[in-house]
T-cell receptor
């Protein structure tokens, strides 16, 4: 079955710097890749997603890139702010399969 | 519009006790699911449902039961709690009518369960 790895497990950046989190997946048939942000005491919330027919998607300070050949996708956050501090999860899925989540990345934005 | 509502927020059980974690959604979503979250392991699927009267097992179903009698509700039952079931449990729903359509999940805020 599908396996999703996520790196790094923790990431600290200075406010205003960029942050990049990378996920790799094992099943080349996976075609949908969402990213979720989880704040303390809350459930994960979708922040951006990408489908396999697209290489890059951007929403203000957040972007996701997908490399289908290498089977990896990355979350890019520019101009980080303290409110970006949270745990971020990537996930992968394909037709007929539930989501498989990565183990998460704890991002700390230092003022 | 409340989204996905989970109760209770916190629960402490003794080994062997049973309980039901409640989940309700008001978005008319057909797909509902239960995940457990443990440190360093991400979110693991326990059970899911693609509509009322239909349930299926996920990755870690042992020790848990579910039923789906209405579109809105998807309770998770622990039959005989064990310390290994100490975790944070999340309910999630989506507007996917089958697993053939990928649609983002909407999560509740979780139930933190401790089994002593």
């Amino acid at each position: 079955g599908e396996n999703v790895e996520q790196h790094p497990s923790t990431l600290s950046v200075q406010e205003g710097d960029s942050a990049v989190i990378k996920c790799t997946y094992s099943d080349s048939a996976s075609n949908y890749f969402p990213w979720y942000k989880q704040e303390l005491g809350k459930g994960p919330q979708l922040i951006i997603d990408i489908r396999s027919n697209v290489g890059e998607k951007k929403d203000q300070r957040i972007a996701v890139t997908l490399n289908k050949t290498a089977k990896h996708f990355s979350l890019h956050i520019t101009e980080t702010q303290p409110e970006d501090s949270a745990v971020y999860f990537c996930a992968a899925s394909k037709r007929g399969q539930n989501f498989v989540f990565g183990p998460g990345t704890r991002l700390s934005v230092l003022p | 519009n409340a989204g996905v509502t989970q109760t209770p927020k916190f629960q402490v059980l003794k080994t062997g006790q049973s309980m039901t974690l409640q989940c309700a959604q008001d978005m008319n979503h057909e797909y509902m699911s239960w995940y457990r979250q443990d440190p360093g392991m991400g979110l693991r699927l326990i059970h899911y449902s693609v509509g009322a009267g239909i349930t299926d097992q996920g990755e870690v179903p042992n020790g848990y039961n579910v039923s789906r009698s209405t579109t809105e509700d998807f309770p998770l039952r622990l039959l005989s709690a064990a310390p290994s079931q100490t975790s944070v449990y999340f309910c999630a729903s989506s507007n996917a009518r089958t697993l053939d359509y990928n649609s983002p999940l909407h999560f509740g805020n979780g139930t933190r369960l401790t089994v002593t």
